[in-house]
């Protein structure tokens, strides 16, 4: 992971906790919800407060969200809420985190200019043992507060007053005007200046899980759907179940909602040349897996390499550049079904509520397709990674940083078309750990 560390393709935009008042801040929130303490002096941390070197550190990739469900955070900084989301169980985490920081931000600012903010997204589900169980995700509910419980007094101190303006004879209750003074000396005039958070329940209708080898719940379509391994069938008796390994139903699926749409055009030369990237990629997949020494391979002995290994290149080859030669030329459109293993990289997501699930489903139906992979299923990407070979991670390295890195919002139009996602127009990557 060394060479992905060097050229910012992993840890990236991560927020670093610097200073010694950060720190304790930090430590505190970390005790308060976990009994932990980390005695590093600096480290870096996503959006949830998750840091990979206290994982290692405590030996635990999961402090903050054991079980994988209800997942804890720590708020040391508004500056959070632009960082990535490393350890998440569920699609959506990352979406509602930045939500609450944006509805709250006034409160969350006073409240970390003292303190860490703890919190967790809660759900009433401690432990997912039944895969049915995902059906009852349905609400996320925000629990927080600093670790010296200022919301709590708050809201007691609120309470109080409204005791003293509204009950008979509580004017002359010393015992009342003690209790106040006593909590205003913590919390400050909440009257002027209330503190409470608000927007702290969301919905969570259609998402991915990690949980049961990779799970998509859609709820909210009008015949709720799950996409996930065969072995797992039985456990939704009412719910229409597609197997994972089933590409021609998923297609099938993935068209009726109008889901996806072909991802290249003729009149379009951005789409056509991210096709052709498309097609390089799995001859180069292919020239590794022979072998052939890919390093600096100039366009001469990449034609001369495709035409050694044409025939023998396989049908996701053959089916995409019968594709990309049909939007070259006026060629006719070649008959790829669902079935075909080249079709799902013919697609990309349509602009809607669940485009970055569906593109992270369409990225596990096209492996070969590296840039893809990366920009919209990180984890697979990063597991995937540990198995290649050392050409193709140096492939993939170089083609990330040179194809992407460098002109992130061009590739992002030309892989998914003019409508990012608000999480693809504002991902930024700094370089290794910041």
């Given amino acids: 992971m060394k060479r992905l560390l060097e050229n910012g393709l992993i840890y990236g935009n991560l927020f670093h906790v610097a200073s010694p008042a950060l720190v304790a801040r930090y430590n505190r929130a970390l005790k308060h919800l976990t009994g932990l303490e980390t005695k590093l002096e600096d480290f870096y941390i996503d959006i949830s407060g998750y840091s990979p070197e206290i994982a290692d550190e405590v030996k635990d990739p999961l402090y903050l969200n054991k079980h994988g469900c209800n997942h804890q955070f720590i708020i040391v900084s508004l500056s959070q809420r632009t960082a990535p989301l490393l350890d998440s169980s569920f699609s959506t985490t990352r979406d509602i985190l930045q939500q609450f920081i944006d509805a709250n931000e006034e409160q969350l600012l006073a409240l970390t200019s003292q303190d860490a903010l703890a919190g967790e997204l809660y759900n009433t589900i401690y432990e997912l043992d039944n895969p049915q169980r995902l059906l009852d995700v349905h609400k996320i509910t925000i629990e927080a507060d600093t670790t010296v ?29 003690n209790e106040m003074m006593e909590i205003g000396k913590k919390t400050g005039n909440v009257t002027l200046q209330p503190i ?10 259609d998402f991915y899980t990690s949980h049961f080898g990779g799970m998509y719940i859609y709820t909210s379509l009008s015949v709720p759907t799950v996409i996930g391994h065969k072995k797992y069938a039985n456990d939704f008796p009412d719910i229409q179940f597609i197997d994972k390994a089933d590409h021609e139903e998923i297609g099938k699926f993935l068209l009726e909602k109008h889901m996806v749409e072909i991802a290249i055009a003729r009149d379009n030369q951005d789409s056509i040349d991210n096709f052709a990237l498309k097609v390089k990629m799995v001859v180069i997949d292919k020239l590794i897996e022979n072998g052939e020494k890919v390093d600096d391979l100039s366009d001469m002995n990449f034609r001369k390499l495709l035409r050694k290994y044409a025939s023998g290149a396989g049908p996701i080859f053959h089916g995409l550049n019968d594709i990309l030669r049909w939007a070259q030329s006026d060629g006719r459109w070649p008959n790829i079904q669902p079935g075909h293993e080249a079709y799902f990289y013919l697609l990309r997501s349509t602009s809607h509520d669940d485009e970055d ?7 596990e139906l096209t492996p070969l397709d590296l840039r893809q992979l990366f920009i919209t299923n990180k984890p697979l990407f990063y597991k995937s990674y540990k198995s290649w070979k050392v050409a193709k991670k140096k492939f993939a ?37 910041g």
């Fill in 149 to 177: 419980s200022h919301l709590e007094e708050a809201k007691q101190l609120q309470t109080l007053i409204h005791r003293f303006q509204n009950e008979k004879d509580a004017w002359w209750d010393k015992a009342i005007i």
């Fill in 196 to 205: 409470h958070l608000t927007h702290t329940e969301f919905e969570q209708k």
């Fill in 357 to 363: 699930i569906t593109n992270r489903l369409l990225s």
């Fill in 397 to 433: 390295v170089s083609l990330l940083r040179d194809e992407y890195l460098k002109n992130k919002a061009g590739v992002r139009s030309a892989i998914f078309g003019p409508h990012p996602t608000p999480e693809q127009a504002k991902e930024t990557v700094k370089g290794p750990w």
